[in-house]
Structures are given as structure tokens and as C-alpha cells.
């Protein structure tokens, strides 16, 4: 027997089907990395260059497959997209593909940390709240939260790069004119000669495991992070799920309209520079919906044997969708109880009127 009962008066909200849209980011909002050995590179500053041209820089990248570097620590990047991301309770609901990768001496490790935010507002700008996806470190007391460090552009495009910590900590990001990277390490078309930034910094990840050959290992954490797995595994996915306030609240959001990522570890790495996040895309991975507002039904929905039992409060279409966003069926039912056959395989379902939109999870 197959059942799923939804109870009374319970807020949930799911997809409908309206038009095909673009499942990568549309939009760089912000692109601010912090210095770093592929800074002026991925993508390349050419003079002239300011903000706006960079991001579209950013955007044509995303577009043909090439990474973007965010740079040391802090180093960020804020993205849109032409429609809203769905919550799917349970399901994955975005990937970040990057450049992390299997080698012998474990994963190519450079972690981003993910924040996520509604268009509240509704003026399309990322200028609300934002959330950030707890991943596996959020509690490691390791962890360090309000972590600032500012980094002051050097005299000559040669040199090291200093920055200072809230700590009472410094260092350097090093130049690394010796293995090819000969430009400007420092953003060239932001005129300030300090950047600051805050945020959370993840415990280094990155263990010298030999010094002649010097070779270093990257240990990949659990889960949460861009750039931490490889693309081809549930690593470089995220759901919504996981979004915390700024106390570490569990906060419920139906969907989500801009994405930030931030470098989220400050630590140098001999010959290898400094870790630093890269980003290949960003891609809902429900690409073919969009939101449809929460609704309290105050009403129950029956499916066993074979069989949707639907009240409905008037005459009203009924509609079926897969996750896909396919129409599986449609059906005129009358005002109370309708019975409907229905043979549905194990997944997830959308079930919508002309007023209403409920999940059904067959198991």
C-alpha cells in the first residue's frame, strides 16, 4: 500500500510549470575578490575596465565553461537568476560547479562558503537578508565567525600582498610571478588601495605532507562547501534546507532568488599560493519551474492502491505534474470529494487547482 496523507492546515509550496527558463545564473551582480594569484586573470582585466564590465566578464565566463577565481579569503561573488530557485524539501536544489578534483594525495580543496537570499523586496536587487547554507563546519569550534582581514595594495605589481587580521595576525598573499602568474595579484579596476572583508573562516584544510618534492594535501569537508568536491558528486550540491540566520536559526524558505559565494579559508600553501575559491557555474537544478506562493488547504489528500482522493472546497481543474515540470494529467473534479485513478510511480509530485499547490511524496 502506497499512501501520503498531508494534514490539516499544513504551509507547504512547490513548482508549476510555466515557461522554459535558463538553468545557470543570468546576472553578476557583484564580483569583489580578494587579491590572489588568478586575480586579473580568471576572468582577464583588459584596461578600462570597471565593475560593471567585469561582471560581464564574470557572466560570459559562466557561459563558456571557463572559472572565475574569487581569490583569498573573503573574495566574493553574487549572482541571479531569470526566475526564482524552488525549496524541494529533501532534495537538492542547486549545484556549484568548480574545479575540484580526485588526485593522489586526496581533493583539490579550496572552499567557498554559500549564502543564499529572497528578493523580498521585489526590486530585483540582492539587497535583503541573507542566509548561509550550514555546511559540515558551521559548528567546529575551529570555525571562526566575524573573521575581517584587510589586505593593502603593494607599490610594485611584484610584490607580496599584506594583510592584517582582527586577531592580531598578518600575512602575506605571495606574489607568484615564479610559476607563470605575472600580473597584478591586487584587483586593477577597484581604485581603493585596502579591501576588507568579514566573514566565517573555515579551519585550514590544506597539510604539507612532504617537503622535498614539497607536496601538499587538501582534505575535502563533509558537505556545504563550493569548491570543495568534485562536480560529478552530491558535493558540489546544495539545498536550501540548510539555510541558518544570523543567530544559526533553521529559517523555512520557500525559494530563492540570489546566490553569494565567498572565499572561506586564509591560509598560503607554498608553491601552490594561496587557497582560493574557484567557480566554473551556478545552476538550479530545478530549472524548469518556478513559485508558486504557500497556501493552507485545509484539506486532506489521500493516495493509496492506486487511487488520489482530493477535497476541494468548488468545481476546479485538477492538475498533475512530475518533478520535471511534465503534466502527467488533467481532470475537471467537483466541489467535496473526487476520487481519481492514478497509477503513479515512487517520487515526487505536484499536485495543483486554480488556487492551490501541494507536494506529494510517494514512497
Not at 592584517?164 to 607563470?180: E, L
Not at 558537505?223 to 543567530?247: H, L, M, Q, R, S
Not at 545552476?283 to 508558486?292: G, K, M
Request: glycine letters at 8%.
Amino acid at each position: 500500500m502506497r499512501k501520503i496523507i498531508l494534514s490539516v492546515s499544513i504551509l507547504l509550496s512547490f513548482t508549476s510549470l510555466l515557461k522554459a527558463q535558463e538553468s545557470s545564473a543570468t546576472k553578476v551582480f557583484e564580483y569583489r575578490p580578494a587579491p590572489g594569484q588568478f586575480i586579473n586573470l580568471l576572468p582577464a582585466y583588459a584596461n578600462g575596465d570597471n565593475e560593471q564590465t567585469i561582471c560581464n566578464k564574470c557572466l560570459e565566463a559562466f557561459q563558456t565553461a571557463q572559472l572565475v577565481s574569487l581569490g583569498g579569503f573573503g573574495g566574493y561573488i553574487v549572482v541571479g537568476f531569470d526566475h526564482s530557485i524552488i525549496n524541494v524539501p529533501g532534495e537538492y536544489d542547486f549545484k556549484i560547479d568548480a574545479n575540484a578534483m580526485d588526485g593522489p594525495y586526496g581533493i583539490s580543496s579550496e572552499p567557498g562558503i554559500v549564502l543564499v537570499s529572497v528578493d523580498s523586496n521585489r526590486n530585483g536587487l540582492p539587497d535583503d537578508e541573507w542566509y548561509e547554507l550550514k555546511g559540515s563546519e558551521y559548528n567546529n569550534p575551529q570555525s571562526i565567525k566575524n573573521y575581517t582581514v584587510t589586505y593593502t595594495k603593494p607599490d610594485r605589481n611584484d610584490e607580496d600582498i599584506k594583510w592584517v587580521d582582527n586577531k592580531g595576525k598578518n600575512g602575506i598573499i605571495q606574489y607568484m610571478g615564479s610559476q607563470g602568474h605575472k600580473q597584478d595579484h591586487y584587483p586593477l579596476w577597484i581604485s581603493e588601495r585596502t579591501l576588507t572583508f568579514t566573514g566565517t573562516r573555515l579551519p585550514d584544510n590544506a597539510v604539507k605532507i612532504s617537503s622535498n618534492p614539497e607536496r601538499w594535501k587538501q582534505v575535502a569537508y563533509a558537505y556545504g562547501y563550493a569548491d570543495n568536491k568534485p562536480n560529478n558528486t552530491d558535493g558540489a550540491k546544495f539545498k536550501i534546507d540548510w539555510a541558518v540566520n544570523e543567530k544559526g536559526e533553521t529559517v523555512s524558505l520557500d525559494k530563492i532568488d540570489f546566490i553569494k559565494v565567498y572565499t572561506a579559508v586564509n591560509q598560503q600553501c607554498g608553491w601552490l599560493g594561496e587557497l582560493s575559491t574557484e567557480i566554473l557555474s551556478i545552476d538550479d537544478l530545478h530549472p524548469t519551474a518556478t513559485s508558486i506562493h504557500s497556501y493552507d488547504l485545509n484539506s486532506e489528500i489521500d493516495y493509496r492502491d492506486g487511487n488520489l482522493t482530493v477535497t476541494s472546497k468548488r468545481e476546479c481543474t485538477l492538475e498533475i505534474y512530475n518533478l520535471q515540470g511534465i503534466l502527467l494529467k488533467s481532470e475537471r473534479i467537483g466541489q467535496g470529494k473526487s476520487t481519481l485513478p492514478l497509477l503513479l510511480p515512487k517520487g515526487i509530485y505536484l499536485i495543483r487547482t486554480e488556487e492551490t499547490s501541494r507536494k506529494l511524496t510517494i514512497n
